[in-house]
């Protein structure tokens, strides 16, 4: 195994361990905003199915647990017992710190040990901490507790009121909803940062064009690590790239052969756009250095009476384009049909002005 594929096993170990273990939430947070608050104007109304739908878009969206619990809290006042409950326990398993687990788990056992019809009577607005109407705010006779979605309490039959923090929004203006974050730093940490990170490992078809030397069909590598900033609807991804291929050789004299690694170390710079729902296309620039290891002598890449002693660099530029689909909330499956990757030919031969190549690329991501 040569240095370079050393290298690159190495870094991409590093990438697999970096990542936290939890999983965060994927998708476009700005669009699932506009449906959570859609959402929250049919629940103030009562409209229960209406409000069901929009959360569920929301969720869809930006797979977010609180619209879980949105979701869960429509289906209890629409009188959907199994519904409710099963909505209930997702937010609690993707939440496992939920701040109102104790409050939800009294809903299951509630719902599960006598479910009720909705009543209409004694329907409270929680004002909130920003004063504005939350989402599950109607108490009743029968002494159900309402979960707010303004981000501070929910009212309850009793008069009582339970502290909450699973909500979307709570500005009294439009400056202040997109300054509120989902459920309490869902995509950022106390300083601002985000959280989440991204790893791809990817492989396919290689077409390698070196002067005027003849090469098979070869198969290259890919292993990503990124780190998101949602700007807009677009997410930016500031990250490192590491591709191997290896290139077998046979120089001009019978039983002179090998193999040429061919590693490129690159910083990246991917975005992501979303076109459908779970679907986005994405753009990646990389920019680094080619090192090329194997170069014996007999190697056709220098000339005939040279050969390196060591790994040769070379500057390196390649462009990715693609799109990738979101299996699950973590997992995604990508493909890249057009990679163009090049770098001056420098140190090899001067028949060889470049290296360039052509690849098309599958693989699979996994956010965290």
């Not at 361990?17 to 700005?30: F, I, V, W």
């Not at 569920?56 to 879980?68: D, G, K, Q």
């Not at 078809?205 to 290259?220: C, K, M, Q």
Request: proline fraction near 6%.
């Amino acid at each position: 195994m040569t240095r370079s594929i050393r290298l690159a096993f190495t870094c991409a170990a590093l990438v697999c361990l970096a990542a936290p273990a939890l999983a965060q939430p994927t998708g476009n947070k700005q669009k699932a905003l506009e449906l959570y608050e859609q959402g929250n104007t049919q629940y103030n109304l009562g409209r229960w199915q209406e409000a069901i739908d929009l959360f569920t878009r929301a969720y869809e969206a930006y797979s977010a647990p609180e619209f879980l619990f949105n979701i869960a809290q429509a289906h209890r006042q629409a009188g959907n017992c199994d519904d409710a409950v099963f909505f209930y326990r997702r937010y609690l398993a993707n939440k496992p710190d939920a701040p109102n687990r104790t409050e939800v788990e009294g809903f299951i056992k509630d719902l599960e040990a006598n479910c009720k019809k909705p009543d209409t009577g004694g329907t409270e607005t929680d004002t909130g901490g920003s004063e504005t109407g939350g989402t599950g705010a109607t108490g009743g006779d029968t002494g159900e507790t309402g979960a707010g979605t303004g981000g501070t309490a929910g009212g309850t039959g009793d008069g009582s009121r339970v502290a909450q923090d699973v909500t979307v929004s709570g500005g009294d203006d439009d400056e202040e909803e997109e300054d509120t974050d989902l459920g309490g730093s869902v995509l950022d940490d106390a300083e601002g940062r985000p959280r989440l990170f991204t790893s791809s490992v990817a492989v396919g078809p290689t077409f390698l064009s070196a002067g005027n030397l003849e090469t098979p069909v070869l198969f290259s590598f890919s292993i990503a690590g990124g780190y998101p900033v949602q700007v807009g609807e677009v997410q930016l991804e500031p990250g490192a790239v590491i591709t191997y291929m290896p290139v077998p050789w046979q120089g001009d004299m019978p039983g002179i052969e090998g193999t040429a690694g061919m590693t490129a170390l690159l910083a990246n710079a991917g975005a992501t756009y979303e076109v459908a729902p779970k679907l986005s296309a994405r753009g990646d620039l990389g920019l680094g250095m080619l090192v090329v290891s194997g170069l014996d002598q007999g190697t056709p890449f220098l000339e005939a009476d040279e050969f390196a002693d060591g790994p040769l660099s070379m500057f390196h530029m390649r462009l990715a384009l693609g799109a990738e689909y979101m299996i699950t909330p973590n997992l995604a499956v990508l493909a890249q049909p057009l990679v163009l990757s090049i770098s001056p030919g420098g140190p090899l031969k001067d028949s060889i002005s470049s290296l360039t190549r052509f690849e098309v690329l599958v693989g699979a991501g996994y956010r965290m």
